[in-house]
């Protein structure tokens, strides 16, 4: 569960000032060299000592107040406790897909069935490889985007090389003509290089969108990268959900180009006059420019089984776990 920016922000400034909070409690000033995620504490080495011995809290990960401060908001901002009660979270429910304090069960949840250990629960979600499948559909994305660059790179060139072929039998025609023709001649380029223009502007709208998407896929990579080093099993499975709105938000972004009429391939077509080398006064146009669209070629392919893995592993945790 995520804390609200005021919580937050206590957190933060605990971390930044870096002083051990147990020592402050008795009023003594003492700088800390760990945090405890799970406790949200900042401690210091003989506070940690003692953290790391007592019954309660020896099995959390501490880990460096170093290590804290790089952390991204999405692992930081993870707390271990519920904001509304102050409590220890304890249970998750499968319906709300969020985890819960006892007197949230009473409350927010007093009429759900299947509440499952969070302990429990945030062990089996990383034992399935929870982050593993999250990566692997980061992965695709990414393979998406790049192949659609490149695919749209491609466009550019071979609307470039019909644009300067189409400029060679202009001018070829234009040879052909006297003086007469030159009026229609620049009306004709005007065209093409106007057309030609949209097409390459449409393109780079999308290279550009892509190019956003991309670097965000890289941004959620380094998260993927930090859960695994830094964060603890509840900070995974909590921090993951987010990361998976996120995930999807981009999957349907790349789905949603094979649905539409950017990916179509665009070519640079110029129409002329038959009669263009007979009728010299009474011609008044050298040509017209159009565009010609193809079907994409380009192939989107989007790992679904991420999705199956998660709901499946719902259902064996449904099966193993006690229900309330």
Known sequence: MFSDDVQLKEIMDTATNALCIICDAQHVTKCANFWC?????????????????????????????EDYRKLPTDISSIVHHCIEHEKTLQMYC???????????????????????????????????????????SLDDLKGNIDSIVKDRQLNLANIEHQKNDIYSVIKRLRENINSHFDKLEQEIRKELKATGCDLKMKIEELLKELGEKSEKITMLQNNILDFKNHASDVQILI???????????????VQSLSEDERLKQLSLKCTYNEGIEGLLTNLVSFGSASVESSPRSVEI??????QAQIISSSTVWERNCTIF
């Open 37 to 65: 995620p799970e406790c949200d504490d900042a401690l210091c080495t003989e506070c940690n000592s003692h953290h790391s011995i007592s019954k309660a809290s020896r099995h959390h990960s501490v880990i460096q107040i």
């Open 94 to 136: 499968p319906r709300h897909d969020q985890p819960c304090c006892l007197l949230c069960i009473s409350t927010t949840h007093k009429d759900c069935t299947g509440l499952l250990t969070i302990e429990e629960m945030a062990k089996t979600s990383k034992s399935k490889g929870l982050l593993e499948s999250l990566q692997k």
């Open 239 to 253: 921090g993951s959900k987010t990361l998976e709105k996120k995930i999807d938000s981009v999957e349907t972004y």
């Open 301 to 306: 392919k989007l790992e679904k089984n991420r």
